[in-house]
């Protein structure tokens, strides 16, 4: 079955620092994976996509991330955080065939000033 | 106008009561999902449709009923609330691929 791990619950970085959120997924074919960002009191909004392709994508916000077979990842990274930025992050994999996304269980950023 | 609209944003009710969440969307969209998300466990699928004919369980459908009334309209009922369904309850919709999915803005609803 497919699952999805975020292995941070929550992270705290300083402004201006760079950033990355792991996120782990178990799939049998080429997954599509994503990335979402909950603000306080918000719903979610994606911030970057794969299907296929150059397995570094680049979304919204100045984020990025990376796909890597390999290593069933999809990490996802920010050079320069921003206080705005404290928010949920969300990996998510679409299951195949069925149009439904399974959810990791989000990590929480703090970002110190 | 947000492309979909949750209502109510906020609910607080008695256990035993019947209570209904309502969704629209303006995206055009044929799917339409229901999700509950608690902290540490991320969003759980509870209902989606992928259109007005087509309804279906997720994965944690007991104590939820479902209806689609319109393309653009998906409703989620709690029959007999219980405090355990207190949570942050999320709409959320995509095209015929299913994959990318915009969500509204949840309705956090509390069973006492």
């Known amino acids: 079955a497919q699952s999805v791990t975020q292995p941070d619950i929550h992270i705290t970085v300083s402004e201006g620092a760079s950033l990355e959120l792991r996120c782990n997924y178990s799939?049998?074919?080429?997954?599509?994976l994503f990335w979402y960002v909950q603000s306080p009191g918000q719903g979610l909004q994606l911030l970057l996509k794969?299907?296929?392709?150059?397995?570094l994508v680049q979304g919204i916000k100045g984020f990025e991330a990376e796909f890597k077979r390999s290593q069933s990842s999809f990490n996802l990274r920010k050079p320069s955080v921003h206080w705005s930025d404290a928010a949920e992050y969300f990996c998510?994999?679409?299951?195949?065939?069925?149009?439904?996304?399974?959810f990791g269980q989000g990590t929480t950023l703090q970002v110190k000033p | 106008d947000a492309d979909v609209t949750q209502t109510p944003r906020n609910r607080i009710t008695k256990t035993g009561k019947r209570i209904m969440l309502e969704c629209s969307q303006t995206k055009g969209h044929d799917r339409m999902y229901w999700y509950r998300q608690d902290p540490g466990l991320g969003l759980r699928l509870i209902y989606y449709s992928f259109d007005v004919k087509d309804i279906n369980k997720g994965e944690i459908s007991d104590g939820y009923s479902v209806s689609r009334q319109a393309q653009a309209k998906f409703s989620l009922s709690l029959e007999s609330a219980i405090p355990n369904q207190t949570a942050l309850y999320f709409c959320a919709t995509s095209d015929f691929r299913g994959y990318e999915q915009y969500f509204g803005p949840g309705t956090r609803l509390t069973v006492t």
């Open positions: 794969y299907f296929s392709g150059d397995t």
């Open positions: 998510a994999v679409g299951a195949s065939n069925t149009g439904k996304l399974i």
């Open positions: 799939y049998g074919a080429t997954p599509y």
